[in-house]
């Protein structure tokens, strides 16, 4: 919906005239001749450009303009004030209180118009272009026809070049809506055709897609470095492209309206400065005649001020004024930035050669007599107005081309960065893995390990200082795979190879292994592995990683602890077999089963007694001395004589573990005997045991007494009892030599010659 | 008692160091009809027995562990003249070297109907055909 156009002046002739010519050009009007109407027409509705008079019968336009600037909802709308007042300072107060243009009455209607159109419009999109012919550049044919086929399909009509240079003289001619190109072609490249076409006053505004080899940020920056609009990689579905295509077409539209505001046939507004009145007024009527609006202003001064509050398309300045003059107002004008790019013609009396450099000097950018013809002075204006316009455009490019490269700069940085950025990522990576590997090697060493990896394919390998220690060479020394199979024990080398084989046949990836090796030094040391094989899996080109320690220690605790627990079933199956022994000859000599309990239980106490002593010595023996001392330390007391009722004395006889409980069954037999039948049965009797060794025979003997007095008459028994046999069967099969009991009256007597053994032990 | 007849007669060595056990399996053997010829306690004691008496032996009962020394020099001598032997230890089969873990074991302590049994099955066939039998 169009707002209307509010027109305010109290003149008829005005208001018909404007009413007029805006609905001419398609604006509705609202027309009222006072500020009382024009305030209530305000508070009514709203309106797209309000045209006021300054000067109205009942209120002042300026005060006015200023409610409608305070007002929330017209203070965004266009305020164009007409005035008959010339003077500057009046201009410039209308422009500072808020209005959006101010021009002079009489005015010049269709520069009227063209400005009310423009404020109207403001902000308005501009519909794009017809974008309906593509041109295509790319030399190869099947592509050429692929994208045709497409984008015909989707509307366009294609024209098609094989080389840039082609491409550029169909554009020239075509003025296609948009061009895609080809980054790689014969001759000039498609860069090259972009950049041309930014280079082309009536072409730089076509959209460019630039087809690329690969989508990374490299082509974008190429890319963009080329001016390109958009870029897609070739190797894309046409489908892609062509939605790429569209996106290009669809953000160039929107750019297209916000550059043609500024439009060489767009209304123009001149300043004349001058002293003189008269010829300011010749001047503004002859060029508002060329539908100019004219500003007038009688001094340099005037014309500063004004121009910090408006902008004008040219400035006419007089040489020669009184004040500031034509020379310093020039080049105070031209000091200033937003007015630097203004055209300024001088105009002068006198035209000498000297002035116009002078003029020139100042940064005038024309010349004319004041003598001259009004018609030279509007063409030379035109000419200036032309030329202005082709410096903003050439301005724009520039600045379009700065923005770009700026862009494809901050792309190159950006990717530069990211490049850095990786850079750094993966030295921090390589530190923490050599970090890593540095704690795992001294990981390695701490726990005497050693790693290696064999290359299958080169039959090579690479290890750790600590893999040559577990072969028993130096550690500096570089190991081959011959080194390692020399040092593999022998009766090992057949499972080694059996293993590795599995290993390279892929069978197993992982493997677990132990074997021996023989050291240089000739030792002998377990050693366990496990490795992994990575890579190829058929094992023909990856590598086994592998870590090895020695285990010689475990394996002999292991070995030591199997041999202990063989040795404990052992002597726990002997220890039953003993006393299944002792339960067979016990029940032989009993007569009752009383007599079979207390003879048992004694036999077998005695047997405890003497696992105990040897249990103490770690099973690996003990003296004659304790043997003996177990037996009858339980029986001595002092006798009715006042002395000890048992001696006993010898010098340092080892005895082994069967040995001493064999004898320890036999002394328990004997002391058994006393205290029943013998020395030990009475308070009156004595026990001797006394042993020595007679080292004048050969072999020499441990010779062994038993000798029993003082107890009661003694009898030979009627038969051949356990003790007996035990003594001079048993221990006599056990530890050769003899041993013989005499039952004499007195007492009974025991004597043992037993040889040196394994079993029985004497200092040399 | 059948076996016990059958084994009657039977001409045996023993090989045990331990007295006790030794004392115990010579009673047993002679329950059962056997002859003790010999009673060793030591390897260089049976390879003597074996020499003197080698010609009119049945068979032998052997320790394995003869108070740290190996009972198998004996062995190899018995299996040399021929003559069936039955290995009685402590330590089981697992005990037993390799090369002799073939001959049959008794596991101590064994009792008297298990060594007759293994006497039965090994010594006895050996005597019915072995130019050496009949006594």
Redesign the interface.
Known sequence: MTRAVLVVDDSLTVRMNLVEMLEAAGLPVVACATGAEAREALGQGRFALIILDVLLPDTDGIELLKEIRETRSTRDTAVMLLSTETEVRDRIRGLKTGADEYIGKPYEPSYVIARARELVGRGQAVAPPDAETVLVIDDSITFREALRETLEAAGYRVVAAETGEEGLRLAAHERPAALVVDGVLPGIDGATVIRRIRFDAALRRTPCLLLTASADGEAEVRALDAGADAFVRKADDVTVILAKFKAMLRSAGAQLGDQDTASVLGPKKILAVDDSETYLQSIGDALRAGSYDVVLARSGEEALELLAVQSVDCILLDLLMPGVGGLETCRRLKAVPVMRDIPVVMLTAVEDRETMIEGLGAGADDFISKSSDFSVLHARVIAQLRRKQFEDENRLIREQFLQKELEAAEAQAAIRLAHLRREVAARDQELETARAQAKLRLALDAAKMGEVIFDLAGGGMVHTPGFVALFGYPSERTLSPDDIQDRYHPDDRERIRTHQAEVMAGSNIRYEIEHRVIWPDGSMHWLSGRGELTGDRSGKKGEITAVYMDVTQRKLAEEHQKQLLDELNHRVKNTLATVQSMVFQTRRNAQTPDQFDSSFDARLRALAGVHDLLTQGSWEGTSLAAVISLTLAPHIAINDAGRKNILFGGPPVHVGPNAAITLAMAFHELATNACKYGALSNRRGRLSVRWAIDRTVVPMLVKLSWTERGGPTVEAPRRYGFGSRLIEQGLVHELGGEARLVFKPEGLWCQMRFPPSAKLGVAA | MTASDSLSGLRLLVVE????????IH??LVNLGCVVVG?A?NVPGGLALIKDKGATLDGAVLDV?L???KVYPVAEALIERDIPFIFA????R??IAANFSRMPTL????SVPELEAILAKTVLPARSKGPTGGG
């Open positions: 160091d331990e007295a006790l056990i030794a004392m115990m009673d047993q009673l306690s562990n108070g740290g020394e230890t402590g330590y089981g697992a005990g596991a101590k302590p064994f």
